[in-house]
């Protein structure tokens, strides 16, 4: 078997267990990091929803190792996510903003370097050139990626938050709960309203959070919000 086709079922197959993160960091000692990179954007794809979100998390840890080892490589690797988000690439981008968010999350470097370009992909402006987002899956991952950057670096975030409050008016459940979770960690009291008015929203959507899915409603991450807005 062709050493890059063994590497990529390594990885899908850590990524579906539960010890996913130890036997991830094991792949890290044994790989290079640019070996785990083609693996780990194929692991967007994967049939299992769990095996994308975590390597969505893997993204984070091998960037953020490369960043320390070979900075100019890292870079290489954002400038092809960004490219995978533009209309003129024609290649599937699913998964791909969540992974700029979880990267800019975790890496201070990728962070001030990236974050405002991954604001701008859920972002209406029409006044001038926009990134926005529109297809209703890759809008979630941006918006999920601005709720994982608001956990880690609300400071910029913070630019996001009007969006983030139209967001709770938006006609997708996952976008609106997704909103939420990310005005909690911004502290937007400005939200305090929107937020208490979805607080009784029944409807239940898959999150991932603290690197683990959880199905919970509407109106307890609205709750959520609102408990740490006024803490």
Aim: hydrophobic share 45%.
């Amino acid at each position: 078997m062709p050493v890059g086709r063994r590497i990529k079922k390594e990885v899908m197959e850590v990524l579906a267990d539960e010890n996913w993160e130890s036997r991830f960091e094991e792949l890290m000692e044994k790989y290079s990091m640019q070996d785990l990179i083609s693996p780990l954007f194929a692991s967007l794809c994967a049939t299992k929803i769990i095996v994308r979100w975590h390597g969505v998390t893997c993204f984070g840890k091998v960037i953020s190792r490369m960043v320390e080892e070979d900075a100019p490589k890292a870079r290489i690797v954002m400038r092809r996510i960004m490219w995978m988000l533009n209309e003129e690439s024609g290649g599937c981008a699913w998964g791909v903003p969540e992974a700029m968010g979880e990267i800019a999350a975790v890496n201070d470097l990728m962070g001030k370097e990236y974050g405002k370009i991954l604001l701008s992909y859920s972002h209406e402006d029409e006044d001038g050139p926009e990134n926005f987002l529109e297809f209703p899956i890759l809008l979630r991952g941006a918006v999920w990626g601005v709720a994982r950057m608001a956990q880690d670096r609300p400071q910029i975030a913070a630019q996001a938050t009007d969006d983030m409050i139209r967001f709770l008016s938006y006609p997708d459940a996952v976008i609106q709960g997704t909103a939420c979770w990310a005005l909690g960690a911004l502290n937007a009291t400005q939200s305090v309203k929107k937020l208490d008015a979805l607080a009784d929203n029944d409807t239940v959507i898959d999150i991932y959070k603290d690197s683990s899915l959880q199905s919970v409603t509407v109106g307890r991450l609205a709750q959520e919000a609102l408990e740490r807005i006024s803490a």
